[in-house]
């Protein structure tokens, strides 16, 4: 990591926007204003798709403009780095000036995963707020994650990308406990199953169907995942809040991904097949569409969170207490 000092990058940075700003100036063109709201660092395999992930930051960078800096970890045991920065660009509709983002590309050895934060802290832009997105599912199980979790306000995972779903969210929750600003894609996929449920109880009808005790089953494809113990842990907190005494039960059986709610007569169940989200109540049945959000479309909702998520971190607390009685 010594070979290549943070200033030699600045350096590049700089010389950058000098060149960007000289290609942009053309006679019809207004010049390249630069944007920046935050830094985003994205721990990522080498191995993974440089363009799909190029595609995923574009389409990011007009809603959320970052110096982006994207960590290639290329395994091994030597020291090995290589970097290269440039420029992400887009021309807005009806404009002729650029608006221009700044990309920062490090790859790196596993044996070089301690002097990262050297290298990277430097090069964040001062003032704004700094997010991670570890891609990786196997630097989360790494010693060095903790230190390079330690250079963002606020860490960005995907659960569900990895094995023994109750102690990942054990482990995503002790961390929380400590002072860690978590995010996890797993839990932004639940999105609109958890708006779904709460359009229903919209009606007042429905919500007064809501006493004494109830009982939530969820279920996700015949697996124990941190979705299904996110969602259970979601529902029996607005249960009691409701005042509802709720009995939890994630199954394990090889059904459709389903999130059911029984209190007494009432009885709603959220059913995800081929593309859409069937909502039964009582046995009248409605469905939306609802395609697999892709990486950007959780990302965008994500990083429009730079502190605090409340209702995650209490769900991820419920959600690991339940980790230790799952399944049926």
Same mark, same amino acid.
Not at 99 to 109: L, Y
């Given at each position: 990591m010594a070979a290549t000092p943070p200033e030699k990058?600045?350096?590049?940075?700089?010389?950058? *926007?000098? %060149? %960007?700003?000289?290609?942009?100036?053309?006679?019809a063109a207004q010049g390249v204003l630069r944007a920046c709201s935050m830094t985003l660092i994205v721990m990522t395999e080498d191995?993974?798709?440089?363009a799909d992930l190029g595609e995923t930051i574009a389409a990011l960078m007009p809603e959320h403009p970052a110096? #982006?800096?994207?960590?290639?970890?290329?395994?091994?045991?030597?020291?090995?780095?290589?970097?290269?920065?440039?420029?992400?660009? *887009?021309m807005p509709f009806g404009q002729r000036r650029q608006?221009?983002?700044?990309?920062?590309?490090? #790859?790196?050895?596993d044996a070089s995963l301690g002097d990262v934060p050297s290298v990277v802290l430097p090069l964040e832009v001062p003032d704004l707020p700094v997010i991670l997105w570890c891609r990786s599912p196997r630097l989360l199980a790494m010693a060095e994650f903790s230190a390079l979790a330690g250079m963002a306000r606020r860490v960005l995972v995907d659960s569900g990308a990895?094995?023994?779903?109750?102690?990942?969210?054990?482990?995503?929750?002790?961390?929380?406990?400590?002072g860690m600003l978590l995010g996890d894609l797993a839990w932004t996929r639940l999105s609109? *199953?958890?708006?779904?449920?709460?359009?229903?109880?919209?009606?007042?009808?429905n919500t007064g169907c809501l006493a004494g005790s109830a009982r939530i089953t969820v279920c996700d494809a015949g697996a124990i995942t941190t979705r299904a113990l996110y969602m259970a842990a979601w529902m029996a907190a607005a249960l009691e809040a409701a005042g509802v005494s709720p009995a939890v039960r994630i199954r394990t059986s090889a059904q459709p991904t389903f999130a059911e709610l029984e209190c007494g007569s009432f009885h709603v169940r959220l059913e995800r097949q081929d593309g859409h989200l069937t909502?039964?109540?009582?046995?009248?049945?409605? *469905? #939306?569409?609802?395609?697999?959000?892709?990486?950007?479309?959780?990302?965008?909702?994500?990083?429009?969170?730079?502190?605090?998520?409340p209702v995650f971190e209490k #769900?991820?607390?419920?959600?690991?207490?339940?980790?230790?009685?799952?399944?049926?």
């Open positions: 990058i600045l350096k590049e940075l700089a010389e950058l *926007w000098v %060149t %960007t700003s000289k290609e942009g100036g053309g006679e191995r993974d798709d440089p110096r #982006t800096i994207v960590v290639r970890l290329t395994g091994g045991g030597d020291r090995s780095l290589g970097q290269r920065v440039f420029a992400q660009c *887009w608006i221009c983002c700044e990309q920062v590309e490090i #790859t790196c050895a990895l094995p023994d779903a109750p102690a990942v969210v054990r482990r995503l929750a002790d961390e929380a406990a400590r609109r *199953w958890r708006q779904s449920l709460a359009q229903i109880f919209e009606d007042p009808h909502a039964i109540v009582n046995g009248l049945s409605q *469905w #939306t569409l609802m395609p697999k959000p892709d990486d950007y479309l959780l990302l965008r909702e994500e990083l429009g969170i730079v502190n605090h998520d #769900t991820l607390a419920s959600a690991a207490r339940f980790s230790y009685s799952t399944g049926e």
